[in-house]
């Protein structure tokens, strides 16, 4: 089970900091990956790691993404929010150890709404 927190409503130039924290598996060993959702469009890729780290062209420069172990719980700092980061984020988790697409992904989160105003 994952469990995603963190969102909220902030403005332009902000940062957050989204948490995901897993239960009853651990990240060891397999991608962990962070998703986001407009109403009316496709699920996109946001971040991912594993042996590496994976960004989105979007978000390269601005957003990283990490992993406590001890913790089991990945996060996604945001810097410099833009209204366009405005989505429901969805934290996941493979079962491989390379994973950027979405059909990679067996265990997803509930979402945690981040809005962006301009």
């Known amino acids: 089970q ?3 927190s963190g969102g909220g409503l902030v ?3 902000d940062s957050l ?3 995901c924290a897993a239960s009853g598996r651990t990240f060891n060993g397999y991608a962990a990956g962070w ?3 407009v109403p009316g469009k496709e699920r996109e890729f946001v971040a991912a790691i594993s042996w590496g780290i994976w960004y989105a062209e979007s978000v390269k ?3 990283t993404i990490s992993r406590d172990n001890a913790k089991n ?3 996604l700092q945001m810097n410099n929010l833009k209204p366009e980061d405005t989505a429901n984020y969805y ?4 079962l491989s150890s390379y994973a950027v697409k ?6 997803w989160g509930q979402g945690t709404q981040v809005t962006v105003s301009s």
């Open 61 to 63: 420069g601005r957003f």
């Open 2 to 4: 994952l469990q995603a």
């Open 91 to 94: 934290c996941a988790a493979a």
């Open 102 to 107: 979405e059909y990679d992904y067996k265990y």
């Open 35 to 37: 998703f986001r959702q």
């Open 73 to 75: 719980t990945i996060y």
């Open 11 to 13: 403005q332009a130039g």
């Open 17 to 19: 900091r989204l948490s």
